[in-house]
């Protein structure tokens, strides 16, 4: 949004007032656009204060609209879109245009998520004769400072599940974009703000900054009151401990790598070849680039796991390419962090050697050395996964206690499996989110859905960035005590004109529905 | 809960090992109490983490149980127990009576919210072609570690609000007592661990520790889970500050002293006496130790509203004792330092010369020395306030524009008053309650109260330490993917056993009602 590219004349032109749109296939510049200045910054944080009233006073109805109409701009700009970001991602078409459809569907999502109202929260005590009148409703933070993923340039990007769901609850989102995919950023902004304007959105409910000086000026900006963020553990600390350290702190809600187990149990290893290949498909997709990244596959030994999936990497063909040239690195380096902490590598599939391309390994641990302080127990953003064979319940068991937290964990049982209650309340301490059979690298966008989990896979173990309840992070509560009736929200007010769910005099009501 | 009591022969024992109980009438040892030991804080830790499981596996009506064992408990040693809290305290046996009375009726509330299920956001999407079996539903996160406050024995005590809503959600807890009130501290332990093992609750449920070191020693703790502060920002902070730097940092819930701003609009300051008189008796409550004690009274200039509170100052009595020494002389303190920063003293209730008797002091400063550097906006815990005539909204907006976060606002307004909407609009973003007419020292612990707000009132704005919702800081969401019926808990099976109202494919469907 700020200012016209250039064509590149050097590589790695100056990084504080560029970026640079480079091409993973062939690790060339595109294209190279200037970065927002200070004066970028506090224009779009003072855009979104000076609308900030007006978004939170519109009716949930109101915002679906807007949301909505986003959507559909998006699905009309597809195709222009995804050469874009294919151009910048190297993810390719097909895997692009399914996200860029989920995106519009996501923010359709949460427009509805909105218009039901239930994330309100309302609730009612009437007066008695020792109590007082009390109504409690969730309001708008405020302003929103969004910082987009690598990996999902749509679905997790400056349109993604933060964006939308600050909108839905009624917060103006200030994004920062994504350096991997610069020209997909200032284009989906684009689309946002001219659909947002057609669709009678108060100017300012959304603006985008790009730059690493952009990204930390917007942390401090007191008319910012939340943090949401998608990346890397040491990315979501700093934003974190900066967020804290302002004269008045705010949240920040920082979604972040984790390490995803896999547990097959005993009864889970018989159809050797499909349980191979469908880990080897899970850790592989989108070049392993994916938060949910089955990392850690917990084995019975002696079944042949180890084998069969290393011959299934064998027969998955070449790798693909990192979105960008430090994640390429990093995962060369995980690897050879895995292998100095006693790791053996099984099997390679090798990447492109042009560009950014990234071989997906498969490495061996003993159970006894996936211990609180290895490397074997941190992220390894890629194509890289690790296979531990447990002997018994007790070893299994024993790693389990040693993981860190994280997104997701998968059990891979057989049918009416004796061991899966064990291994679920095992998983349940460690993780966000439990499979059963489904490989974790699908995320649906639905009611029920939480991607999030104990630290370190979110900064808040309470908070998800999918799902109906993404809308929580950026409210709060509000209590009306004796508040008369013409001076009471839409929210609070006798006659529901929102048709909420309600609690009343501590029993719920349904709300009316659609509006 | 560790070794028994001696007669004082030193008023200021060692610190690291034992805590006195001082009489604030008199400011002497009643009786000196052996603090926490190392040992005794990891036994407290280990038997809260053993019951953890099963604590967090119990029903929500079974914990509804042990919480009204609690409380009947409470009611049986109300004689003695008001005995105690008073010589400890000061704070009267009538007033004491009151509040041991809310507390069994809090604790009590609790296990209604726990029984009524919804804190549980149980939530299905069933499968469709496109998407897979996923149920969402709040987990509790484990032992919490409870800091009660020192002006609430009772209701914000080892037995308060935390414990009784942390408990409700499944959590175990550890509580450290106040050295305000030692003997309190450990009588009401020994109540609750009695009333808890007759009620059938696993060993380990609730403990206490006591003593400074213990204090620290419990956040540092990896078996602690989460963290409920009642007190000082200074102390809230360095908790926080502690709880992040654990190798994995958990969640520190504090609610922080506050001003408590209070608007009179012009039509609000026609009864000059009534006025007068409720905002005295609100601000010297208690010596002022309210969480909620209204620090700044806003009101038209040209109406003698100064004067009118002076003067029903003077007409108030002597003033009391504060619960503790540092406290009165914190209170000097900060008139001190108000003074320092411009305002001037009006009037003065003297308080008692004997013990840690503390002064009401009413002040009065000009609205455009209310700015954000000033210790003018700083809280002065104890029976302080400060007057600001305002001339016109202008005026008043800019006041409210540079105040701190806080709990509570309050208006008083008139009949059909024009002004109310616009106050309403002023104070929403930066209290988390607003009262109209109502003085802000009666929190109700009803299902619409909120006690809590935007920082500094709270660390997390999110949070409250009273109502309903105080149950919601205790749980973290775990979604549950494509698990079989039999694999899974009562709260995501088909035939919902404990009548929970869930949202199912979307739609919200009301439970049984208690179980």
Same mark, same amino acid.
């Given at each position: 949004?700020?200012?016209?590219?250039?064509?590149?004349?050097?590589? +790695?032109?100056?990084?504080?007032?560029?970026?640079?749109?480079?091409?993973?296939?062939?690790?060339?510049?595109?294209?190279?656009?200037?970065?927002?200045?200070?004066?970028?910054?506090?224009?779009?944080?003072?855009?979104?204060?000076?609308?900030?009233?007006?978004?939170?006073?519109?009716?949930?109805?109101?915002?679906?609209?807007?949301?909505?109409?986003?959507?559909?701009?998006?699905?009309?700009?597809?195709? +222009?879109? &995804?050469?874009?970001?294919?151009?910048?991602?190297?993810?390719?078409?097909?895997?692009?245009?399914?996200?860029?459809?989920?995106?519009?569907?996501?923010?359709?999502?949460?427009? @509805?998520?909105?218009?039901?109202? =239930?994330?309100?929260?309302?609730?009612?005590?009437?007066?008695?004769?020792?109590?007082?009148?009390?109504?409690?409703?969730?309001?708008?933070?405020?302003?929103?400072?969004?910082?987009?993923?690598?990996?999902?340039?749509?679905?997790?990007?400056?349109?993604?599940?933060?964006?939308?769901?600050?909108?839905?609850?009624?917060?103006?989102?200030?994004?920062?974009?994504?350096?991997?995919?610069?020209? #997909?950023?200032?284009?989906?902004?684009?689309?946002?703000?001219?659909?947002?304007?057609?669709?009678?959105?108060?100017? *300012?409910?959304?603006?985008? $900054? @790009?730059?690493?000086?952009?990204?930390?000026?917007?942390?401090?900006?007191?008319?910012?009151?939340?943090?949401?963020?998608?990346?890397?553990?040491? *990315?979501?600390?700093?934003?974190?401990?900066?967020?804290?350290?302002?004269? &008045?702190?705010?949240? &920040?809600?920082?979604?972040? *790598?984790?390490?995803?187990?896999?547990? $097959?149990?005993?009864?889970?290893?018989?159809?050797?070849?499909?349980?191979?290949?469908?880990?080897?498909?899970?850790?592989?997709?989108?070049?392993?680039?994916?938060?949910?990244?089955?990392?850690?596959?917990?084995?019975? =030994?002696?079944?042949?796991?180890?084998? =069969?999936?290393?011959?299934?990497?064998?027969?998955?063909?070449?790798?693909?390419?990192?979105? #960008?040239?430090?994640?390429?690195?990093?995962?060369?380096?995980? &690897?050879?962090?895995?292998?100095?902490?006693?790791?053996?590598?099984?099997?390679?599939?090798?990447?492109?050697?042009?560009?950014?391309?990234?071989?997906?390994?498969?490495?061996?641990?003993?159970?006894?050395?996936?211990?609180?302080?290895?490397?074997?127990?941190?992220?390894?953003?890629?194509?890289?996964?690790?296979?531990?064979?447990?002997?018994?319940?007790?070893?299994?068991?024993?790693?389990?206690?040693?993981?860190?937290?994280?997104?997701?964990?998968?059990?891979? =049982?057989?049918?009416?499996?004796?061991?899966?209650?064990?291994?679920?309340?095992?998983?349940?301490?460690?993780?966000?989110?439990?499979?059963?059979?489904?490989?974790? #690298?699908?995320?649906?966008?639905?009611?029920?859905?939480?991607?999030?989990?104990?630290?370190?896979?979110?900064?808040?173990?309470?908070?998800?960035?999918?799902?109906?309840?993404?809308?929580?992070?950026?409210?709060?509560?509000?209590?009306?005590?004796?508040?008369?009736?013409?001076?009471?929200?839409?929210?609070?007010?006798?006659?529901?004109?929102?048709?909420?769910?309600?609690?009343?005099?501590?029993?719920?009501?349904?709300?009316?529905?659609?509006?």
């Amino acid at each position: 949004m700020t200012g016209t590219p250039r064509r590149p004349d050097v590589p +790695h032109p100056e990084p504080q007032h560029e970026e640079p749109s480079l091409e993973p296939r062939t690790g060339r510049a595109h294209a190279v656009f200037p970065t927002s200045t200070d004066q970028d910054v506090d224009l779009a944080t003072a855009r979104a204060e000076s609308c900030a009233r007006r978004v939170a006073a519109s009716s949930p109805a109101a915002r679906r609209t807007w949301l909505s109409a986003v959507a559909a701009s998006l699905e009309e700009a597809a195709d +222009h879109l &995804v050469a874009v970001a294919d151009r910048e991602t190297g993810l390719g078409a097909v895997r692009l245009s399914g996200e860029l459809a989920r995106t519009a569907s996501q923010l359709r999502f949460y427009g @509805t998520v909105a218009a039901d109202g =239930a994330y309100l929260g309302a609730t009612i005590d009437r007066a008695t004769e020792s109590s007082p009148w009390l109504g409690r409703v969730h309001v708008p933070v405020g302003p929103v400072a969004v910082f987009g993923a690598s990996n999902f340039p749509f679905a997790f990007g400056v349109l993604g599940n933060d964006t939308a769901s600050a909108i839905a609850a009624g917060c103006p989102v200030v994004a920062k974009g994504h350096p991997a995919h610069p020209e #997909t950023s200032r284009l989906l902004a684009a689309v946002a703000i001219e659909a947002l304007a057609r669709a009678g959105a108060p100017d *300012g409910t959304f603006g985008l $900054v @790009t730059g690493f000086a952009a990204g930390t000026r917007l942390v401090d900006d007191p008319a910012i009151s939340a943090v949401a963020f998608t990346g890397s553990q040491s *990315g979501g600390m700093a934003l974190r401990d900066r967020a804290l350290a302002r004269p &008045v702190p705010i949240a &920040v809600y920082a979604e972040m *790598g984790t390490v995803n187990p896999v547990v $097959v149990t005993a009864a889970g290893a018989d159809d050797l070849a499909s349980l191979a290949a469908g880990f080897v498909g899970s850790f592989t997709l989108g070049s392993g680039q994916f938060c949910t990244k089955p990392g850690l596959l917990l084995a019975p =030994a002696g079944r042949g796991i180890a084998d =069969a999936v290393a011959q299934a990497l064998r027969d998955s063909g070449p790798s693909g390419w990192a979105l #960008t040239g430090p994640i390429a690195e990093h995962a060369r380096a995980g &690897v050879a962090a895995f292998v100095a902490a006693g790791a053996e590598v099984l099997q390679i599939a090798t990447g492109p050697a042009e560009g950014f391309g990234v071989d997906a390994v498969l490495l061996r641990a003993e159970a006894n050395a996936i211990v609180a302080d290895s490397p074997l127990v941190a992220e390894c953003f890629g194509p890289v996964a690790i296979i531990v064979e447990y002997r018994d319940d007790k070893e299994l068991a024993g790693v389990l206690g040693r993981l860190q937290g994280a997104l997701v964990g998968t059990i891979i =049982a057989g049918g009416d499996d004796p061991d899966l209650s064990a291994v679920i309340d095992l998983l349940s301490p460690v993780v966000g989110r439990i499979t059963v059979g489904d490989w974790p #690298t699908g995320v649906a966008w639905t009611w029920a859905q939480h991607h999030g989990g104990p630290w370190p896979a979110t900064s808040d173990a309470r908070a998800t960035s999918v799902g109906a309840a993404a809308l929580d992070r950026f409210t709060r509560p509000l209590a009306l005590q004796s508040v008369p009736e013409p001076a009471l929200p839409p929210s609070l007010q006798d006659s529901n004109p929102w048709h909420l769910p309600r609690r009343i005099d501590g029993v719920l009501h349904l709300g009316g529905g659609d509006q």
